[in-house]
């Protein structure tokens, strides 16, 4: 069912400000930097071994990061999990009594489909469900 951790999400108030300490101090190589306007973020994709940092910056007040960023500071956001076929794995967690956020599916950074679990059922984490099915880069 899941095949690895894709990405963890970590909510930043600056990708300018925030960048050096992954680039320079822990020297992970920046894979690249996207807008996505529907989630009123901006993001930055690191890669740290077979898993990804995602750094995602709100572009307004009204981003959903911006929220957090709010209420809990700066950190860790979220843990992507990589699966096939979504639309499967989004059904599966239903039955299995998992609230979702997203019933279905939607695009993502890198153009990755996503959807969320809601933490009230899963034990309080945010977890991503993502499937990249044809993507020539392997990066969101």
Do not use: W
């Amino acid at each position: 069912m899941i095949k690895k951790v894709d990405h963890i999400g970590i909510a930043v108030k600056s990708l300018d400000k925030t960048l050096p300490f992954y680039t320079e101090v822990l020297q992970l190589p920046l894979l690249g930097i996207e807008e996505v306007a529907s989630e009123k973020v901006r993001v930055a994709f690191l890669k740290a071994g077979e898993t990804k940092l995602e750094l995602l910056e709100p572009l307004n007040k009204e981003s959903a990061i911006a929220k957090y960023i709010e209420k809990r500071g700066e950190g860790i956001h979220h843990v992507a999990l990589r699966v096939d076929s979504i639309e499967e794995r989004i059904k599966e967690m239903k039955e299995k009594g998992i609230r979702m956020i997203n019933e279905e599916p939607k695009t993502g950074a890198g153009g990755a489909l996503v959807a969320f679990m809601h933490p009230k059922s899963t034990e309080g984490i945010l977890y991503e469900l993502c499937e990249k099915k044809g993507m020539e880069r392997d990066h969101g």
